[in-house]
């Protein structure tokens, strides 16, 4: 077994007090879900001396955790559709075609990510006060949905512009309109992409409590930052309802990480490597696939299989082989 030098140990030992830090009170918040306010204070750090569900049935009953919630999930999946089908587009639109003005636009956009949108506060309340959107979950996703398009158009950009041109032209001369070669071209191809500006967004809007304090009034259009605020009283708060809120508030978080975790971390190191990233192999070798598909046609061979375009129908398709060559199904 080969000695590991004390740098390799070093950077070991503070990924895992990192990993601790995160971990711990977590593990500590999820324990005092099933405590008491009592025990809490008297034993922070042990185990319940009763496993009981009572915190739970509060928050969800009393405390209407439920409408909570379900305005929260509204809210979040709302804004992350919205901001990830404009941004995909208009990535797609700066990073596939060259026209006057380009770059411009793209820093136009990137702009928007050295300005804090809570600067624009006022602004913003004004309008939503002329739009009469105030005390409507439509005024959280909006501001949710433009406050996002940044990012996603800086990550997404990217990605886009790696893509060989051989696939966009493969399409249009099997006569594939823009919104197909958009639809099922390249989204396949950036969908580790689409996962990161996804999971960037979602978890400070699902955790946000700025916005929906200053445009919500009304207690059943309360998003779960603000509900949560239900169990601070003026003379007591009920610290065992609120870990146990606050516990069920985090889980749809951790489950959406754990489900796209695997694309997140793809997305994350695609052309850290050379040859290493998934996205620009798979579409190097589905761009050359098609320029052979071609060649053969025009030789008057007959073709061996469809053109690379319609390669999502493979449910493995724009992964690469062991062997370095894409799975579409095209050779």
């Not at 049935?57 to 439920?66: C, D, L, N, Y």
């Not at 105030?134 to 398009?149: M, R, V």
């Not at 099997?174 to 967004?201: C, H, K, Q």
């Not at 003379?235 to 951790?254: E, S």
Request: proline share 5%; with cysteine; net charge positive.
């Amino acid at each position: 077994m080969a000695r590991r030098s004390p740098w390799t140990l070093l950077v070991h030992a503070v990924l895992i007090a990192n990993a601790l830090l995160v971990l711990v009170p977590v593990f500590l918040m999820g324990l005092s879900a099933f405590k008491s306010t009592r025990e809490i204070f008297l034993n922070p750090f042990g185990l319940p001396a009763v496993w009981s569900l009572e915190n739970f049935q509060k928050v969800w009953v009393e405390a209407r955790f439920g409408d909570y919630f379900q305005n929260s999930v509204i809210v979040t999946a709302v804004s992350a559709a919205i901001l990830v089908a404009l941004g995909a587009m208009a990535s797609y639109a700066l990073g596939r075609f060259r026209f006057r003005g380009n770059d411009a636009l793209y820093v136009y956009f990137l702009t928007g990510l050295l300005l804090p949108v809570r600067l624009a506060i006022i602004p913003l309340f004004i309008l939503m006060r002329n739009l009469n959107l105030l005390d409507n979950l439509w005024s959280l996703i909006l501001i949710y949905a433009a406050s996002g398009l940044p990012s996603a158009i800086f990550i997404l950009t990217g990605f886009f512009r790696t893509l060989p041109a051989d696939l966009d032209s493969a399409a249009r001369i099997d006569g594939a309109s823009e919104w197909t070669i958009f639809t099922r071209v390249m989204l396949p191809l950036v969908r580790p992409a689409l996962v990161i500006v996804t999971i960037y967004n979602v978890i400070p809007i699902w955790n946000d409590f700025f916005f929906p304090l200053v445009f919500i009034k009304s207690n059943h259009l309360k998003t779960l930052p603000l509900g949560m605020t239900t169990f601070f009283g003026q003379y007591y708060t009920d610290y065992a309802a609120l870990f146990a809120g606050l516990t069920l508030a985090a889980l749809p978080v951790i489950l959406l990480y754990v489900v796209l975790s695997q694309h997140f971390i793809r997305g994350l190191t695609a052309g850290a490597v050379k040859g290493g990233s998934a996205l620009c192999d798979s579409a190097y070798a589905c761009g050359s696939t098609v320029m052979r598909r071609w060649t053969r046609h025009w030789a008057g061979l007959p073709p061996r299989a469809t053109t690379a375009w319609r390669s999502r129908a493979s449910p493995t398709a724009g992964r690469p082989t062991k062997s370095g060559a894409c799975s579409c199904g095209i050779n």
